[in-house]
């Protein structure tokens, strides 16, 4: 299993970036597909995870502005972001936890100038 993001970018603070992640492979089961992310000199942490059920999970600091939604048919996680603060500045990994097996894609840097 490999995942795939799409590129982050530069953004201004207020404004929207969506991040996509693709997986390649086949999933089965009860899984949670994620968003993780790491500001330099901080350790990761979680941004939001949903289940393939369709539960979701937030970050406190996220809550509200940030959307994840997946397509399960596609396998494929998706990271709406909305009101983007400079303190959203940070490198996002997508993460896919499947069958106790643990699986990030590439990172993809998302910079939020004030």
């Known amino acids: 299993v490999q995942l795939q993001a799409s590129a982050g970018g530069l953004v201004q603070a207020g404004g929207s970036l969506r991040l996509s992640c693709a997986t390649s492979g086949s999933i089965f089961g009860i899984n949670v597909m994620g968003w993780y992310r790491q500001a330099p000199g901080k350790q990761r942490e979680l941004v939001a995870q949903?289940?393939?059920?369709?539960?979701?999970n937030y970050a406190d600091s996220v809550k509200g502005r940030f959307t994840i939604s997946r397509d399960n048919a596609q396998n494929t996680v998706y990271l709406q972001m909305n009101s983007l603060k400079p303190e959203d500045t940070a490198v996002y990994y997508c993460?896919?936890?499947?069958?106790?097996?643990?699986?990030w894609g590439q990172g993809t840097l998302v910079t939020v100038s004030s």
């Open positions: 993460n896919l936890v499947s069958r106790a097996l643990v699986f």
């Open positions: 949903m289940t393939n059920g369709g539960t979701a």
